[in-house]
């Protein structure tokens, strides 16, 4: 007869939480430094795939809405007019279903980003302290997936997996050579002088140049309002690289940022 500990054991395979099958998760802090990376780096993967997964119904409920004339980063919705008439040719039993399911999908979507932020930084702890490097090869602080956050808006957080072990390490092609108080970048955490080494999806490795990546991010930044970016940045005084979190939205000042970003050349290479 089992006892009581072991019928409330779990087992590999069965239901999560969710209801959806998954594997164990063990506390990172009972494995070795090998095992606490392998599992983070599913973990980051499972969660990525389950928000891209949330983007689809996100992306799915916003174009149904707009396909009716309606605005989908207006929530609740707005289905009368300026005098307060139901709105005419709009199916408004379906269009309220499919607000509800964005909404949800949005609540979700912040929480698994929320999460994907506290797993990106245990898995480069987890780097840090593995003293086995060969038998788990992973380049340190290797791009990561993006995520999302903020009102009730479609959120895009991106990050990235971690590269294959021959990938070059982040190198910085952008520094931020000023910040305006008050602003978006201000508000999370960027400040003048910190050099960018991954924003969103966009590093170096992936651009030709510096000036290439930096337009780059021009362009993710202006199809990313209200939609937070992960950031990977290296600060003075800081050993480590830092990931911040920025959303692209307008405000009282200058672009969807506040801040201003030139190509940056290392002295030792600077003609």
Not at 15 to 40: C, E, H, T, W, Y
Not at 56 to 80: K, M, N
Not at 245 to 260: A, E, F, Q
Request: aromatic share 4%.
């Amino acid at each position: 007869m089992q006892s009581a500990s072991a019928a409330r054991a779990p087992r590999v395979g069965s239901r999560a939480p969710n209801g959806k099958r998954g594997r164990i998760i063990l506390p990172v802090a009972a494995m070795s430094a090998n095992d606490a990376v392998v599992q983070l780096r599913g973990e980051l993967r499972d969660l990525e795939a389950r928000k891209e997964a949330l983007e689809l119904e996100i992306e799915s409920a916003q174009s149904w809405l707009t396909s009716q004339g309606l605005d989908p980063a207006q929530l609740p919705l707005r289905l009368t007019d300026a005098e307060g008439f139901p709105l005419p040719n709009v199916d408004h039993h379906a269009a309220r279903i499919h607000a509800q399911s964005m909404r949800t999908a949005l609540n979700d979507h912040k929480r698994v980003v929320a999460r994907l932020a506290d797993v990106l930084g245990e898995y480069h702890d987890a780097m840090r302290n593995n003293k086995a490097p060969a038998e788990v090869p992973v380049t340190q602080h290797q791009p990561l997936p993006t995520v999302v956050s903020a009102d009730e808006r479609p959120t895009d957080i991106e990050v990235t997996e971690p590269g294959p072990p021959e990938a070059a390490p982040l190198i910085a092609f952008a520094v931020i050579d000023s910040v305006d108080e008050g602003s978006p970048a201000f508000t999370a955490g960027c400040r003048t002088g910190d050099r960018i080494l991954q924003f969103g999806s966009v590093n170096l490795a992936r651009h030709q140049s510096e000036r290439d990546a930096l337009g780059a991010v021009g362009e993710l930044v202006h199809r990313s309002v209200e939609r937070p970016i992960a950031v990977v940045i290296a600060r003075d005084g800081f050993a480590d690289p830092i990931t911040i979190v920025v959303t692209p939205r307008r405000w009282d000042g200058r672009g969807l940022l506040g801040c201003h970003l030139q190509p940056f050349i290392p002295f030792d290479v600077a003609e």
